[in-house]
């Protein structure tokens, strides 16, 4: 070919799908759906919760099996054991910076905006009914030996039936670590989880064709049990909370991904998909094993998604760290609590811990706040129930954020240990390369872009 022909042959374009074809799409007409249905009809709406627990439920079914077969693989696949420990080191690390500059944000928007001083409750008058006491109860509970006890399993196989992702994670690094130090002997359990995990993808393939509708559901049940006027009750936390969540996600997360020269609005584009989800079914478990995979073709290598990304779901949750702030000092306001620099600053170390503490557990961001209110003793724990009716809402921010940060972390772990793949990670996010959706043979081309 000569050098005028090559000069004037088109540039490739990456293969565009229809739109009708895009998961996110279908998902957002279902959650648009879902308020319809729960703000036309209250109580049809709150009865179609079933919908979107079940979808929950079976993403749930596959993501600890999915935690196991990438953790064991990338430790599998690593030379030197020594890197396992590195990675594990520096994600600790960036962990407790970027869940403490989460928690000093909160602190300081809490007390910038003051949402909690004009609703003058009295402190008597509030009493713990229902789930909320159950909650309470649990943090109560909760004590410092809590996050120690929570990662041991009793039993290997009781940390996959119990869905406690973080046991999951101590069991599955054990494993990968037995594997490498028997050696050519274990190559063939090696294999055989490599196949294992080809196979759960398959089926999370298949389980995310049910994703519009149990966005639907979940939409619907929100709506419909809690109306759209709780919205407006306790307005200005539930707006100061996703204002200070955008901030530390555009702001704090952006500068970390400017610091190896990526963009966090191509990153958040790329992952749009998977915020879709998590904005229709108010969980980021529903899309922790399509941010493995995506993260994992934009430059990291595996070893280091498999670490960063599961463990950060238990110790790297910024989002729930924003709101924790926010809810324990906005209790206070709320009952004329007074707090002084030094017992707000208290309030935050006490978080540093409890904010791990009861990982893998439901209704987490509540048994925490009550563990925290508990731990102050200032504060009334019965106050959690000023707040309770906006969780539901609140918990979508949660979700969002911890997912952003969560992929903006092993972006930087990976950065860090000198493995990323930066001309990768930008010719992804950008949009520039086709790359390889690994569809196995077996199931076909799929109806929709799902993964």
């Not at 929950?56 to 990438?70: A, C, D, E, R, Y």
């Not at 940390?159 to 494993?175: E, H, K, R, T």
Request: proline share 4%.
């Amino acid at each position: 070919m000569s050098a005028t022909s090559a000069a004037a042959a088109p540039i490739a374009r990456p293969h565009r799908s229809a739109w009708y074809r895009k998961l996110y799409i279908w998902v957002l007409v279902g959650i648009a759906a879902g308020i319809g249905v729960g703000a036309a009809w209250p109580g049809t709406g709150a009865n179609l919760q079933p919908l979107g627990s079940t979808f929950v439920s079976m993403i749930t079914m596959v993501v600890t099996p999915i935690i196991f077969v990438t953790i064991v693989g990338g430790i599998a696949g690593v030379d030197d054991l020594r890197k396992v420990g590195r990675i594990g080191v520096k994600s600790l690390i960036y962990f407790e910076g970027m869940t403490t500059l989460a928690l000093v944000l909160g602190l300081v928007a809490i007390d910038v905006f003051h949402p909690g001083s004009s609703i003058h409750a009295n402190p008597a008058t509030l009493k713990l009914t229902g789930t909320a006491a159950q909650y309470a109860s649990a943090g109560k509970a909760q004590g410092f030996w809590s996050i120690l006890t929570e990662i041991v399993p009793s039993s290997a196989f009781g940390a996959f039936a119990s869905g406690n992702d973080l046991q999951v994670v101590f069991f599955s690094i054990l494993f990968g670590v037995a594997i490498k130090l028997v050696g050519a002997p274990a190559a063939g359990i090696a294999a055989g989880v490599d196949k294992f995990g080809k196979v759960m993808f398959a089926i999370l393939r298949i389980i995310m064709y049910a994703a519009p509708v149990g966005a639907f559901g979940a939409m619907a049940f929100t709506v419909g049990k809690y109306g759209v006027h709780t919205l407006t009750s306790l307005g200005s936390l539930i707006g100061l909370t996703y204002g200070a969540s955008a901030v530390f996600v555009v702001v704090g997360l952006g500068a970390v991904c400017a610091v190896f020269r990526l963009n966090i609005l191509a990153l958040l584009r790329y992952i749009k998909d998977e915020l879709v989800i998590i904005l229709g079914t108010s969980s980021s478990e529903t899309v922790l094993p399509q941010l493995m995979r995506k993260v994992e073709r934009a430059g990291v290598p595996e070893d280091v998604v498999g670490l960063t990304i599961p463990t950060g779901y238990s110790f790297n949750l910024d989002g729930t760290c924003i709101y924790l702030t926010l809810a324990a000092l906005f209790v206070a306001q709320a009952t004329g609590v007074h707090l002084s620099l030094a017992q707000q600053l208290g309030i935050l170390a006490i978080l540093l811990l409890t904010s791990k503490g009861a990982a893998g557990v439901t209704g987490s961001g509540f048994i925490v706040l009550a563990a925290t209110l508990a731990s102050v003793g200032s504060i009334p724990v019965a106050g959690i129930m000023l707040i309770f009716g906006i969780d539901r809402f609140m918990s979508t921010c949660r979700a969002l954020t911890n997912a952003c940060g969560n992929v903006v972390g092993s972006f930087a772990v990976a950065a860090w240990e000198g493995v990323l793949d930066r001309d990768k990670a930008v010719r992804v996010l950008g949009g520039h390369d086709d790359f390889d959706r690994e569809q196995p043979e077996s199931v076909g081309q799929p109806a929709l872009e799902t993964v």
